[in-house]
Structures are given as structure tokens and as C-alpha cells.
């Protein structure tokens, strides 16, 4: 059966639209998964390989390396390929993966080489993976459902942010935390099923040539997505504001676990279900970019939920360690109302302003750029965390992510009412 057509005056949810709900069913599941891993993979480290500051710093920093190194080739291959093959093959592949580590636990032989070597290989597939996956979405859905789109596909990750820490807290108490992860190599499993179940026809890509007619080599190709991005007068700037903030949230991210643990003497299991509580921001926050838009305007929408990260991340070293919860979910409710509103409405942005046979470049470089900052965000928090100490690596992380809003507030972002029909590139 096709999707149902729209009636006059009113189009039917996104919701209706089978081929759309499965990729948001395959997002929710990997997602769910991937909560759990990202409370039980540094446990490991922590509880079970006995890792410092700094060697979970490198550890965050090995998840987020490859968006460096393959990130900006990853883009043209996208623009060159069919998006959907790609997305299935990073969920198989992160499922060997991951599967690996509760298998070297159980043979006596895990190591923290090997959790850096399955972050570092898990973090390639996730490259390839995220740029396909919103170079994908346009080809799924009208361009002017992007913003739902976009929001509905952030409620999925919020009901998995909602969900997944306290049970992956849970399984870390009960199964231990290598034995947890099991859990989202299924996800990933499942994930590509759903994938694999898309009707709808995904055109080849056209292939790049030049003036001439010839084959644009790939060192052009990346020259050209990075020359896009740069001279773009909105994406030059949100990623600026993305890329610092990333930076300074990397650095406290990389010691969040052990100051959590050890300083505030927090139990995985209590982690988990705090995490799991005030993750409900991120649901809140999956509901609100629309009614924020027409009320103030896209621009001021993406200055404001930008600040508001600085903020909410100071609540964390603030938090008394007699009574650190309110803190702790006042921070995170915050935290995420303000990155979901920022995340569905600047990439809504992003993807209508771009032509087809640029989006994958383009993706792929607003990534280079704005995840390519965390690996070095990472091993600075955890040198810092090993020196000046851990609360103190909280408060400059919560001081510089304040910082990170003024690039998209003097510029022209900022005066932006809707999503335009054609951005200017200069």
C-alpha cells in the first residue's frame, strides 16, 4: 500500500508515513541501545579495567576521532552512493563490534586497547552512518516537512535518553557492564531490519563531473563541500557556535563519569536513573521547536537554545555533594530542552538551504567541524581532570560552552523568521 495522499488543508502526519515511521522505529532502537553502551562502555574502563581520568579522556576521544580522519572523505562518497545501503551496513558492522567486548570479558582478555580499538572502529560506522542518515531524510520526506520530520526523529532519541540510562544502569548492577552492551548490538541488528524494510525507491546519485565533463576527484570534492560551509553565511556560523560547544562539552563530558562516581559517590544504578529522569528534557524539548519558531523566529529560536547549554552545565560542578540530584537533574532538563530545540531546528535549516548533490559534503563537513573538535575536547578535560581536578575541569567546560553562542548571535542567523526558499552562499 502507498502512503496516504494529502487532503485538502491539512496533510496527514509523518506519523502515517510508513516508509518514514520505519527509519524512525530503526532510529529509536539503535538509540535505546546506544544509551545503554554510553553508560556501560566507560564503566568498563572505570570498574572493571580500573581506568584514570585521562585514559577515559582518550577512551571519549577514540569514539570521536574518526569524524577527523574519514569524515570529510565519508561525505563525497555519500553524495556519490545510495544512502540507505550505508545506514544498513554501519548498524551490521557496529553490532560485530560491540559484540566483541562481552566476549573478550568473558574469555579473560579485554583490554583498554581493545575498548580504544572497537571505539575508534564503532566510531567510523557512525561517521558514515550520520551523514547518511540526514543526507537520507530529504529523500524520504518533502522538504517542507523537514522540521517535523527532524522533531519526530528527536523524540525518538529522547524517549531512548528517557529509557535507556536507568536500564542500562540496571544491567550494569545486574550483568555487569561489558555483558550490558550486548544489548545495543542487538539494537543495531534490529535497527538494519527496520532499514531494510523501506519501500520507498532511492534514486542513484548523479555523478560529479566538471566543467569538462570529467570525474570531480575527491580531494576536490572535499575543497568544495569545505569551501561551501565556509563562505555559507549561516552554516559558517552555526558551525562555529556547534564546534566550540562541542569543544568545551567533550571536556567535561570526559571526566562526568569518574566526578559522578567519585566524587559525588554515585552508584551506576543511581546514574542511571538520574540520567533516565532528566533526560525527560530531551523529550520536552523534541516538542517545542515549532511552536518556539512561529512565536520568536527561527534565528532567535537557534541563539537561544544555544545559550542556554553554557548554563545548564554549571549547575553540575555547583551540585553540593550532600545533596547533588536536584542539581544534577535541574542541569540535564535544561541540557536537553536546549540541545534538542538547537539540534531539530539548525539542521531543519541545513538541510532545505542545500542542493541534493551537496548535502552529504555539506553534512559531512558540518561534522568534520563540529564533532571533529570533541576528541581534542576529551584528552584536554581528561589532562585536566588528572591536574587541576574534576571540578574545577566542570567549571571551565560550563564557562567556554556559555562562549559558544555569541557566533550565531552577531550574525546573520540571528535575523532569520522561517527557513528560506535559497540561502545565499556569501
Do not use: W
Given at each position: 500500500m502507498s502512503d496516504p495522499p494529502a487532503t485538502a488543508g491539512a496533510r496527514p502526519s509523518l506519523w502515517r508515513h510508513r516508509d518514514f515511521l520505519k527509519l524512525w522505529t530503526a532510529e529509536t532502537v539503535s538509540q535505546f541501545g546506544s544509551q545503554i553502551t554510553a553508560i556501560a562502555l566507560p564503566l568498563v574502563a572505570i570498574l572493571v579495567l580500573e581506568a584514570d581520568a585521562f585514559e577515559v579522556g582518550l577512551l571519549n576521544a577514540a569514539d570521536t576521532l574518526p569524524f577527523l580522519i574519514v569524515g570529510l572523505p565519508a561525505g563525497v562518497w555519500i553524495d556519490r552512493l545510495r544512502r540507505r545501503?550505508?545506514?544498513?551496513?554501519?548498524?551490521?558492522?557496529?553490532?560485530?563490534?560491540?559484540?566483541?567486548?562481552?566476549?573478550?570479558?568473558?574469555?579473560?582478555?579485554?583490554?583498554?586497547?581493545?575498548?580504544?580499538?572497537?571505539?575508534?572502529?564503532?566510531g567510523v560506522l557512525?561517521?558514515?552512518?550520520?551523514?547518511?542518515?540526514?543526507?537520507?531524510?530529504?529523500?524520504?520526506?518533502?522538504?517542507?516537512?523537514?522540521?517535523?520530520?527532524?522533531?519526530?526523529?528527536?523524540?525518538?532519541?529522547?524517549?531512548?535518553?528517557?529509557?535507556?540510562?536507568p536500564v542500562g544502569g540496571a544491567l550494569v548492577g545486574v550483568l555487569s557492564a561489558p555483558i550490558a552492551i550486548v544489548f545495543d548490538a542487538i539494537s543495531f541488528l534490529a535497527s538494519a531490519l527496520f532499514l531494510l524494510a523501506i519501500r520507498k525507491p532511492e534514486p542513484t546519485p548523479e555523478p560529479h563531473l566538471d566543467e569538462i565533463g570529467q570525474?570531480?576527484?575527491?580531494?576536490?570534492?572535499?575543497?568544495?563541500?569545505?569551501?561551501?560551509?565556509?563562505t555559507h553565511r549561516y552554516l559558517r556560523n552555526i558551525a562555529a557556535t556547534?564546534?566550540?560547544?562541542?569543544?568545551?562539552?567533550a571536556m567535561g563530558y570526559a571526566v562526568l563519569m569518574l566526578y559522578l562516581i567519585r566524587d559525588l559517590g554515585l552508584s551506576p544504578g543511581t546514574i542511571g536513573l538520574v540520567l533516565g529522569i532528566v533526560s525527560l528534557g530531551f523529550l520536552v524539548g523534541a516538542l517545542l521547536p515549532d511552536r518556539i519558531q512561529r512565536r520568536i523566529g527561527l534565528g532567535p529560536t537557534i541563539v537561544a537554545s544555544a545559550a542556554v547549554d553554557g548554563l545548564a552545565l554549571f549547575l553540575v560542578p555547583l551540585a553540593p555533594p550532600a545533596s547533588p540530584i536536584p542539581f544534577l537533574v535541574a542541569s540535564?532538563?535544561?541540557?536537553?530542552?536546549?540541545?534538542?530545540?538547537?539540534?531539530?531546528?539548525?539542521?531543519?535549516?541545513?538541510?532545505?538551504?542545500?542542493?541534493?548533490?551537496?548535502?552529504?559534503?555539506?553534512?559531512?563537513?558540518?561534522?568534520?567541524?563540529?564533532?571533529?573538535?570533541m576528541p581534542l575536547g576529551a584528552v584536554i578535560g581528561g589532562a585536566?581532570?588528572?591536574?587541576?581536578?574534576?571540578?574545577?575541569?566542570?567549571?571551565?567546560?560550563?564557562?567556554?560552552?556559555?562562549?559558544?553562542?555569541?557566533?550565531?548571535?552577531?550574525?546573520?542567523?540571528?535575523?532569520?523568521?522561517?527557513?528560506?526558499?535559497?540561502?545565499?552562499?556569501?
Open positions: 545501503p550505508i545506514l544498513i551496513v554501519g548498524d551490521l558492522g557496529r553490532a560485530v563490534l560491540l559484540t566483541s567486548i562481552p566476549v573478550a570479558h568473558l574469555m579473560g582478555v579485554l583490554s583498554l586497547a581493545q575498548l580504544y580499538v572497537v571505539g575508534f572502529l564503532v557512525t561517521v558514515f552512518f550520520d551523514v547518511a542518515y540526514q543526507s537520507y531524510l530529504p529523500a524520504l520526506v518533502d522538504r517542507d516537512r523537514l522540521v517535523e520530520g527532524n522533531a519526530k526523529l528527536e523524540i525518538s532519541r529522547s524517549a531512548a535518553a528517557v529509557a535507556g540510562p570525474r570531480v576527484g575527491m580531494l576536490r570534492s572535499i575543497r568544495d563541500g569545505l569551501a561551501y560551509v565556509a556547534t564546534g566550540v560547544g562541542n569543544l568545551f562539552g540535564v532538563v535544561l541540557l536537553g530542552i536546549g540541545q534538542v530545540v538547537y539540534n531539530v531546528s539548525q539542521v531543519s535549516l541545513r538541510q532545505a538551504i542545500t542542493p541534493d548533490n551537496m548535502l552529504g559534503r555539506m553534512n559531512a563537513t558540518m561534522r568534520f567541524i563540529v564533532f571533529g573538535t585536566l581532570g588528572a591536574t587541576i581536578g574534576l571540578r574545577e575541569t566542570l567549571f571551565v567546560s560550563a564557562a567556554g560552552a556559555r562562549l559558544a553562542c555569541l557566533f550565531v548571535l552577531f550574525s546573520p542567523v540571528r535575523s532569520l523568521r522561517a527557513i528560506p526558499e535559497a540561502a545565499p552562499a556569501g
